[in-house]
């Protein structure tokens, strides 16, 4: 079972990256997804899921109205679109996955296995 997090990089406030997150070894639709990302300095937080079973989607408030999470079942891969970037969406990114399916609360306790991080920096 393997993750792999990319589409990281340096953006100017206001812009747009899409990160993925692309599974082997397992069929990413059987499992709840979610987005962490971690500040230097500051504690991971949750920011986005998508449930397994129903698609129920949670974003956390910082977030909401900017990114959207999404799967593409056929490329077994997950998304997470990021519009309007800040500054403070500045750190590194991580996926990982729930075999409850569910997804929430997005607490990293809940996530069994996690990819190695993208970096995502938000400067002008």
């Known amino acids: 079972v393997q993750l792999q997090a990319s589409g990281g990089g340096l953006v100017q406030p206001g812009g747009s990256l899409r990160l993925s997150c692309a599974a082997s070894g397992f069929v990413l639709s059987d499992y709840a997804i979610g987005w962490f990302r971690q500040a230097p300095g500051k504690k991971r937080e949750g920011v986005s899921s998508i449930s397994s079973h129903d698609g129920g989607i949670y974003y956390a408030d910082s977030v909401s109205g900017r990114f959207t999470i999404s799967r593409d079942n056929a490329k077994n891969t997950v998304y997470l679109q990021m519009n309007s970037l800040k500054p403070e969406d500045t750190a590194v990114y991580y996926c990982?996955?729930?075999?409850?399916?569910?997804?929430?609360?997005?607490?990293?306790?809940?996530?069994?296995?996690w990819g190695q991080g993208t970096l995502v920096t938000v400067s002008s």
């Open positions: 990982a996955s729930d075999s409850t399916g569910w997804g929430t609360p997005v607490i990293s306790s809940r996530y069994e296995h």
